[in-house]
């Protein structure tokens, strides 16, 4: 009786083995694909032209033709028509298409830049959200690996020295190109606050409560704000460390004109992160988008 119940314990314990050898395998070969296929995508994006050095000291540089995102990006534009736009920040992995499917929530979730399945999916901008004319806040979700890939790089903002060195996102989008400074980093439950919610403020105060809360949620003080008129982005993925968690960068577009500082007191940081926490929600007003973030 005991060969026959080793050889029944040997065949299970192999089989065991070879499937968890299956799910690495599939593992790191579907992350080898995901980055293949993202890697043709950028070499197919076109650098603008360097401008000619004049011959003769003094002279002018001759003029060159406007140089436009469809110029940059125009081959992918064309290739699939979700496309919005391209995200990237220097010093992570950060370099990914930006899609958007007002029809259809969340659908490059799952999906790659092709339409085919993917569990990596693509970078897409909240449904409701608008590049032209731009809304006060374009929220993208992306997932969070745990290879550092799509916005799992984002982990590396809750260290407030890779912060100081890497400060800016780089988003253009089919209405122009987009330089961006980090205003906030934070982890918070949605049931909490709605940040994924805020599209547009019915009015300054609105926008000023939005701000509020979010750099009043950071990790750190970036000393940079925005004041309404700004144009935001806010990059949102899962986080870990409680359930239902999301890692947020909140970030404001670069006009030339400095935002006026935000100073916060230690008191009022620990009341309103209390008063996060417990999930009450403002009496402010926001303009909307439907439904709740994703799972990352």
Request: hydrophobic share 35%; net charge negative.
């Amino acid at each position: 009786m005991k060969k026959p119940l080793f050889i029944i314990l040997a065949v299970i314990l192999t089989v065991a083995l070879l499937f968890s050898g299956y799910q690495v395998w599939r593992y790191f070969a579907a992350e080898q694909e995901t980055a293949e296929q993202f890697d043709g995508l950028t070499g197919q994006i076109e650098e603008p032209p360097s401008i000619p050095i004049p011959e003769t000291p003094g002279e002018p540089p001759p003029t060159t033709p406007e140089w436009t995102v469809y110029d940059q990006y125009g081959v992918l534009f064309e290739q699939n028509p979700d496309m919005i736009g391209w995200i990237k920040i220097d010093g992570t992995t950060i370099d990914y298409p930006v899609m958007q499917t007002p029809d259809r929530p969340d659908f490059y979730l799952k999906r790659n830049f092709e339409k085919q399945y993917s569990d990596y999916g693509v970078p897409y901008a909240a449904e409701d959200c608008s590049i032209d004319p731009q809304s006060d806040n374009i929220t993208i979700f992306s997932h969070h690996m745990q290879s550092g890939k799509m916005f799992g790089a984002l982990e590396s903002y809750k260290d407030e020295a890779f912060y100081r060195e890497h400060p800016i996102i780089n988003f253009d989008t089919r209405a122009g190109s987009g330089t961006y400074e980090i205003i906030a980093v934070f982890k918070v439950s949605p049931a909490d606050f709605q940040y994924n919610e805020f599209i547009g403020a019915a009015d300054e105060a609105a926008f000023d409560e939005y701000v509020r809360r979010c750099t009043a949620l950071s990790f750190y003080d970036t000393g940079v704000t925005a004041v309404y008129g700004d144009k935001l982005i806010s990059l949102s993925t899962c986080e870990y460390s409680r359930q239902d968690n999301r890692l947020v960068v909140v970030a404001r577009k670069v006009t030339g004109v400095p935002a006026r500082p935000v100073v916060w007191g230690k008191e009022e940081q620990r009341s309103e992160r209390a008063f996060a926490h417990k999930g009450k929600t403002s009496d402010t007003q926001f303009v909307t988008t439907k439904g709740g973030a994703p799972d990352g």
